[in-house]
């Protein structure tokens, strides 16, 4: 667990420390310990030492996150018991934390050789806890930032609830953001069939175009927060629309929390502005 700044007692001895001197970075602040066993240092995230305080391990969405995954916002901390966790499981409160709790089966290797779930358990997890429009935004960016190989992932996708296993087929790792995703599968499940990250004649990719004619735009939440950046993307559309595309710009909120505007939108363009033939 080096990577997060989380040591094992044994991994430290393993360095050279001893007794002494691990007990010298806590008086000085260089270190501390997180359960009996367990240790951190000034790099080590809070998320996994609240899950090992509470008796548990942090997992699904929390786990994803700290690995480059997009996950949604606000989503909480993951934490993953095993179902014989002690007493500190509401242990969460305390800090003030939105937890979101997990229950391993005994076959789950979420045990105390973990300081955080191993990949597969966590993805494994986020298909029990999205529904499928976030989740296959996650999986989308598994897939891009090359965290798990498709054929991994299908397989865990196979042995997931059945209401997931259809995002197999809806899986595209051309997909640069989750709103990008959210979008293009939202649009297949309501029979509109796009693509991703088509390059113009100007050099410019579309987020997502329908019928070679209509660009479907979708706006981050801190993508175009600067006023360099708004500039840049209006110059963008220009071109995209001096191509021919009829370019339609939804924001971060108006694709999340209303959907059904978006959807209309789409829809009323592709009817009343379609080319002829």
Not at 20 to 46: E, H, N, V
Not at 69 to 77: F, L, R, S
Not at 98 to 114: E, K, L, M, Q, Y
Not at 211 to 231: N, P, S
Request: aromatic share 6%; proline share 4%; charged share 25%.
């Amino acid at each position: 667990m080096r990577r997060f700044g989380i040591f094992t007692t044994a991994e430290l001895r393993a360095r050279g420390e001893t007794t002494a001197t691990i007990r010298l970075k806590i008086a000085s602040g260089d270190g501390f310990r997180i359960i009996k066993g367990w240790y951190g240092d000034r790099t080590t995230p809070q998320e996994p030492v609240l899950a090992m305080r509470m008796g548990g391990r942090l997992g699904c969405l929390s786990v994803l996150a700290m690995l480059g995954a997009w996950v949604p916002p606000d989503a909480g901390t993951h934490v993953v018991f095993p179902t014989a966790a002690s007493g500190r499981r509401s242990a969460g409160r305390e800090h003030g934390a939105s937890v979101v709790r997990h229950w391993s089966g005994p076959a789950d290797r979420t045990g105390s050789s973990f300081a955080i779930a191993p990949l597969e358990l966590a993805v494994a997890d986020a298909l029990k806890c999205l529904p499928p429009h976030l989740l296959i935004a996650v999986l989308d960016s598994l897939l891009h930032k090359r965290l798990i190989s498709r054929n991994r992932l299908e397989a865990l996708i196979a042995r997931g609830p059945q209401r997931v296993h259809h995002l197999i087929g809806h899986l595209e790792p051309r997909s640069e953001s989750g709103i990008e995703s959210i979008v293009r599968y939202l649009l297949a499940i309501a029979g509109i069939r796009s693509k991703v990250q088509v390059t113009m004649l100007s050099a410019d990719r579309t987020d997502i175009e329908v019928d070679d004619w209509l660009v479907v735009e979708a706006d981050g939440r801190e993508t175009h927060a600067k006023e360099k950046a708004i500039t840049a993307d209006r110059v963008r559309v220009v071109r995209l629309m001096r191509e021919g595309r009829i370019v339609l710009q939804f924001a971060y909120a108006t694709i999340m929390y209303d959907f059904e505007f978006v959807l209309d939108a789409v829809r009323d363009v592709m009817a009343r502005h379609a080319p002829l033939g």
